[in-house]
């Protein structure tokens, strides 16, 4: 088997590499970029060659999905000055789970009432809220490509801070606060709002529990998504297995790991 090199992180890989090239681009969204460095396979099968399916519409993106989507419902209501109950947001939640939801699946109902308590947690979180929402899709200078970003959640309290979040569904973990995401957004963040204090948190829904996550070395963080760009631009494909992660990944049996 055929060793290679990448020109982006100089690390050599066992397993062969795609041999295509990818179509020089001014502006990548934030996702590309971490479906590369979680693996640039799968990056060029899922974002260059458009594989979908599989993992899509297994139960837990889909449950993800349904969650994501009540929040970013309930937070275009009160944006438009409506009033939100619960019982409103977990109608909503309902709506959308009989489209998209895991109704088949063996553990419907404990995703369904996990769903239902994070739809909880984020009510409770927004009616202790006393500011607007300002959520919208950034478009951050990396090198001399553009990276965009929606953040999940901007909220401009009555201080005029901006607490913009980045929503997780899963446990609190020591290494969320080292993903490069989070520098990506202090940089949009600043940009956006110069002069102004700006919070960079994580909501976790499982607990209804913000926690800030404070600047670590964001130069080295942003690199990590110009060697993305440089590695996808060079046609550096080459599978990065991981034991945790290959068997739910829809490249499975095509990518040669
Ligand atoms: S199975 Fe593993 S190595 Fe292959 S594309 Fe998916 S994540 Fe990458």
Same mark, same amino acid.
């Given at each position: 088997?055929?060793?290679?090199?990448? $020109?982006? $992180?100089?690390?050599?890989?066992?397993?062969?590499?795609?041999?295509? #090239?990818?179509?020089?681009?001014?502006?990548?969204?934030?996702?590309?970029?971490?479906?590369?460095?979680? *693996?640039?396979?799968?990056?060029?099968?899922?974002? /260059?060659?458009?594989?979908?399916?599989?993992?899509?519409?297994?139960?837990?993106?889909?449950?993800? +999905? *349904?969650?994501?989507?009540?929040?970013?419902?309930?937070?275009?209501?009160?944006? $438009? !000055?409506?009033?939100?109950?619960?019982?409103?947001?977990? /109608?909503?939640?309902?709506?959308?789970?009989?489209?998209?939801?895991?109704?088949?699946?063996?553990?419907?109902?404990?995703?369904?009432?996990?769903?239902?308590?994070?739809?909880?947690?984020?009510?409770?979180?927004?009616?202790?809220?006393?500011?607007?929402?300002? +959520?919208?899709?950034?478009?951050?200078?990396?090198?001399?490509?553009?990276?965009?970003?929606?953040?999940?959640?901007?909220?401009?309290?009555?201080?005029?801070?901006?607490?913009?979040?980045?929503?997780?569904?899963?446990?609190?973990? %020591?290494? /969320?606060?080292?993903?490069?995401?989070?520098?990506? #957004?202090?940089?949009?963040?600043?940009? %956006?709002?110069?002069?102004?204090?700006?919070?960079? /948190?994580?909501?976790? #829904?499982?607990?209804?529990?913000?926690?800030?996550?404070?600047?670590?070395?964001?130069? %080295?963080?942003?690199?990590?998504?110009?060697?993305?760009?440089?590695?996808?631009?060079?046609?550096?494909?080459?599978?990065?297995?991981?034991?945790?992660?290959?068997?739910?990944?829809?490249?499975?049996?095509?990518? !040669?790991?």
């Amino acid at each position: 088997m055929k060793a290679t090199t990448s $020109s982006g $992180s100089g690390a050599s890989y066992a397993l062969p590499v795609v041999p295509r #090239l990818a179509a020089r681009r001014t502006t990548y969204t934030e996702l590309e970029l971490s479906v590369y460095m979680g *693996c640039p396979a799968r990056y060029f099968y899922q974002i /260059e060659e458009g594989l979908r399916g599989g993992r899509d519409n297994a139960a837990y993106p889909r449950f993800h +999905r *349904c969650v994501y989507t009540t929040i970013g419902w309930i937070e275009l209501q009160r944006q $438009s !000055g409506q009033t939100v109950t619960t019982a409103a947001a977990l /109608e909503h939640l309902a709506e959308v789970w009989s489209q998209d939801g895991p109704l088949e699946h063996a553990f419907e109902s404990y995703y369904r009432a996990t769903a239902e308590g994070m739809v909880n947690a984020m009510m409770t979180a927004v009616y202790a809220e006393n500011g607007r929402y300002a +959520r919208e899709e950034w478009s951050v200078p990396v090198g001399e490509r553009r990276v965009t970003i929606t953040p999940d959640r901007v909220v401009v309290t009555a201080d005029g801070t901006v607490h913009v979040q980045r929503v997780r569904t899963g446990r609190k973990t %020591k290494s /969320e606060a080292e993903k490069p995401i989070y520098a990506l #957004l202090r940089q949009g963040a600043a940009a %956006k709002y110069p002069g102004v204090q700006v919070n960079v /948190e994580t909501f976790y #829904l499982a607990t209804g529990e913000p926690v800030e996550v404070s600047e670590k070395n964001d130069a %080295k963080l942003i690199e990590q998504y110009a060697v993305a760009i440089r590695g996808i631009e060079a046609g550096a494909f080459h599978p990065k297995t991981d034991a945790r992660i290959c068997p739910n990944c829809q490249c499975y049996f095509i990518c !040669g790991a």
